[in-house]
């Protein structure tokens, strides 16, 4: 044992040793960090933490390995149990004592074991607990004020200290109740809560000399600790002399025309106290009929009296100016001295224009000669320094009318108003004396033109063309109208409605309008298939009176959108579901037509185009589909060993965005070649019917669209022809149509171009990808055209 713990001993010493060595070496005993956290105060002997568990030793060598901690500090507040691993509080642990106000507190240690030599990571995070309570630096603490303090007035205090941290920390301060004094806090970074005391109440030395407070802190731990402080509060006296002046009244004379810096005299004043009682400081505040004595500048140290600014002695002949004399006490006392300033005259005067009444606001419809203005001129010289000429700027729609004594004009209009011109006049009055060099003053005044409703409300665009996609939300807005009024105030206010009377009326039923901003809402969801255009008017009127209005022509165009999916035509069984069952022989060759799925879809264009693909089938080798017209073949001739029946699933999609599709079932039964002779004549006569129903649909269906389309045609040409525009009429053939013939015709409005393309169609016709179907292209080149499109057969 003897020689176990020289071992450990010389172990320890090599250990603090190398430690900085550890790191650089970079040895593989450091390979593991395990992390701690416990409360302060706890008492020696308290677990931590099985630091041979958290580490992953084997608990039966610990002994042979020699487990230890090593803190690197002349206190161990920790020790480990070499035999089990636990790690123990050794001593107590204060983390005011460790880390202050740092947050959060760690104890980094090193847990060492040999055989072979390891060195592990431990910090231990020490929690708070209130165990302070805030401390004021002293117990008593004196504060003197004056009784003359204003209500309001904040005094600092030293704010009380709490070691501990976080909730635990100083949290709040609380003054015993009394009538003059208050308590605040305020933030002070490291400070803290930082007290001051607020005076709310009037102090009165004379009764009542000092008060007493107790100012409580208190900490946010569960449960609370606080300390205190006891505060006297004594009230100071004031100074009680008043400063009297040598003079019962200073006088002294000066011309109007004075620099300002002139000195005048000097008000002395002296004050029996002492110290800053006795220091008398003069400020000027007197005031006589009304006037100010802001024209003169007085030193507040010495007394003296100087010109501050230009003196006049039109408007003013003598002033009587008093001088406050005031002691620089806590509570200052003073009095007032008398001076009279008297002007002697110099002839220096401007004419003034005094505007005895005005009317600012004239209607723009106000008639020649309408007195705006009358006005008085004045100058206080005489001779001919005194007599004045005004006049206005020419080009101004006023004039200026003198009286026969030449002292007052009044303003009148020359030409006529026009507020949408000019709604507002600053008019220039300049008023010049005779004398030389003359002198002249000017007044503006501002004339504002009140608006008569004498303009009609205006359309931004006239007609009006939207295009709406069908299937929109109802209750929603679909488009709005703008006008505009020229007029002012109520007479600009645009009031919108739509004209009920007008063609169209059916569908505009199904319309309202936003009477404020023009804003059109569908009250319900168009069907292109069902509505492709209407048109109608909206009336647009002001606020004035008498009101007035106008109207615009508003053409309302459905755009399709894909909401059909396609329906198929055949094969259709007698339930109603797309399957059919077809029989061929079994020595039919490749190229051998099996039978031809044909569909239908209520859109137009795009989304009615057609494609046909196979989506399950039973031998991908026998058959093949058309993915334009539908239509199965055979792709090689059939095989003894083929199956004699075969299923095909058909999927029929447009070209819809957002493509919507349906399936037939095709279900091909092989046959030998007398039973398909046989069936076929039944075959043939069931299938001459359903042809025949078939094509009594599609003749419907066609003379359907085809009427609808040469109604919007007659229609787009009566709208064209009301309004005189010129029309151009071309077939045209597209070159991407895969031969089947198209036409179009062109027409222009303005400077707006619109086409509308249609095929030409029979019955039994196929439709190859490539063509546009019937077409009303939007004039701006500028965005992608909208079309409107005819439903398409297949």
Known sequence: MAISGIKGQWLDGWLFFCLGLFIVLKLEGISAQIRYSIQEELKSGTAVGNVAKDLGLDLGRLAERNLRVVSGTKQDMFTVNARDGVLLVNQRVDREEICANTVPCIITLKAVVENPLEMHQITIEILDVNDNSPKFPEHNYTLEVLESAVVGSRFQMEGALDLDVGLNSLQSYKLNNNQYFRMETEESGEDGKVPFLILQRALDREQTAQHWLLLTASDGGKPSKSGAINITVTVSDVNDNSPVCDKQKYAITIKENAPAGTFLLKVNAFDSDEGV????????????????????????????????????????????????????GAVPLSTHCNVVVRIEDVNDNQPEIEITSLSSHIPENAPLGTVVALMGVTDLDSGVNGQVVCSVPAHLPFDLKPSLDGHSYSLVTKDYLDKETTHMYDITITAKDLGSPALSSTKVIQVNVLDVNDNRPLFT????????????????????????????????????????????????????????????????????????????????????????????????FILDQNDNAPVILYPVSSNGSAEGVEEIPRNVNAGYVVTKVRAYDADIGYNSWLLFSLQEVTEHSLFTLDRYTGQIKTLRPFTETDEAEHKLVILVKDNGNVSLSATATVIVKVVEPKEAFAASDVKSSTKADEDTNVTFYLMITLGSVSALFLISIIVLIAMQCSKTTEYTSKYLQEANYDGTLCHSIQYRSGDKRYMLVGPRMSIGSTIVPGSHANTLVLPDRRRTCEEVRLPFFY
């Open 461 to 556: 665009e006239s007609p009006y063309t939207f295009y709406v996609p069908e299937n929109n939300k109802a209750g929603m807005s679909v488009f709005s109208l703008s006008a505009t009024d020229a007029d002012g105030g109520d007479n600009a206010v645009v009031k919108y409605s739509m004209d009920r009377n007008s063609p169209g009326s059916t569908e505009i039923s199904f319309l309202n309008i936003n009477e404020d901003n023009g804003t059109i809402y569908a009250l319900k969801s168009f069907d292109f298939e069902t509505l492709k255009t209407f048109q109608f008017h909206v009336v647009a009127s002001d606020s004035g009176t008498p009101s007035l209005s106008s109207n615009v022509t508003v053409n309302v």
């Open 277 to 328: 009682n006795g220091e008398i400081e003069y400020s000027l505040r007197g005031k006589l009929r009304g006037l100010s004595s802001d024209l003169f500048e007085l030193d507040s140290t010495t007394g003296k009296l100087t010109v501050k600014e230009g003196l006049d002695y039109e408007e003013k002949q003598v002033y009587e100016i008093k001088v406050l004399a005031a002691d620089k």
